[in-house]
């Protein structure tokens, strides 16, 4: 299913926290929703997942107002509140009646379900006794029980042990091939890893909306990275003051060299690092900046 966000605005007294933010997802994305604490990741789920209201602006799902489309979407919060005494049998039963789902389809569905979230083998096993990983297979359980069109994950994953995230990531790229999804996180290499495409937050604002490899590529068309054999501060601030020089990081020995036009300039470079006898050991077109770093840089400068 298709979801809208147009123009959604949330204040908490004196607080903007979801400024005029929208957004489209189409049917069958996976979309990263990423930004750092405080972004307003958390407030928009809620608000798409019809758990909060929008001061202004509408969510649509299939073109209908978001209010009158709660049976097909699935919500899974950041951390799942279950009652501990409760086995995980007797909770998707107990989630499921709440749902208006037949008892008798539930006899059918939940053991399909805990085998597809792997706790077929605990389900007589007490919530109390299970691990955070554990927990949160359950509640993707519990989001997956009436069959949603659309899935909502508010940081699945932040919270969870390596071995507990592993184990959840690979679910969730399973459920992917099946539904749209939606999923705010604030680690990068979760993004990187589940998601086609991603929109980054900061201060409740939407300032990029595009697919990983479009960025990475966007950050390595004008890089040229040099590792001199001895740090040459004179050969630096010559080149800082190039025309076609836009910037220049040097950490050290190594110097990053950001130009106008990779492909007009790079020759230019090289004939000033010969003209200038700097010695280099390594010469590197294209920039090696991870997500994360440019990620970092974004939501700073921005």
């Known amino acids: 299913m298709k979801l809208e966000i147009k123009n959604v605005t949330k204040q908490f007294n004196t607080k903007t926290a979801v400024n005029n933010f929208s957004m489209v997802v189409e049917t069958g994305q996976c979309v990263g929703l990423i930004g750092p604490n405080g972004a307003g990741k958390s407030t928009l789920i809620k608000i798409i997942s019809d758990i909060i209201y929008a001061d202004k ?11 009158s489309m709660k049976k097909e979407i699935g919500y899974l919060p950041q951390y799942p509140d279950f009652f501990h005494w409760m086995t995980a049998k007797e909770t998707l039963f107990f989630m499921g009646q709440l749902s208006g789902i037949s008892k008798e389809k539930l006899i059918n569905e939940v053991p399909a379900i805990l085998t597809k979230v792997g706790l077929i083998n605990e389900q007589n096993e007490k919530v109390q006794t299970f691990s955070g990983g554990m927990k949160q297979r359950l509640g993707i359980a519990q989001t997956l029980l009436h069959k949603p069109s659309f899935i909502v994950m508010d940081e699945p994953v932040s919270a969870l042990d390596p071995i507990g995230r592993r184990e959840v990531l690979n679910l969730i790229q399973e459920i992917k091939q099946e539904t749209t999804i939606l999923l705010s996180t604030h680690i990068l290499g979760d993004a990187e890893e589940i998601c086609e495409r991603f929109v980054i937050m900061k201060q409740g604002t939407k300032i990029e909306d595009t697919t990983i490899e479009k960025l990475l590529k966007r950050s390595n068309d004008s890089v040229v990275h040099f590792e001199m054999a001895s740090p040459s501060r004179h050969w630096v601030q010559q080149i800082e003051k190039l025309p076609y020089v836009k910037n220049v990081e040097v950490i050290g020995k190594r110097a990053k060299v950001t130009l106008d036009n990779i492909q007009e300039n790079k020759d230019m470079l ?11 050991v390594r010469f590197e ?12 840089k974004m939501v700073v400068s921005v």
């Open 270 to 280: 090289i004939r000033n690092v010969m003209d200038n006898n700097v010695d280099i």
């Open 57 to 67: 602006g509408e969510v649509l799902l299939d073109g209908k107002k978001i209010s």
């Open 285 to 296: 077109v294209g920039s090696t900046d991870t997500l994360e770093e440019i990620f970092l």
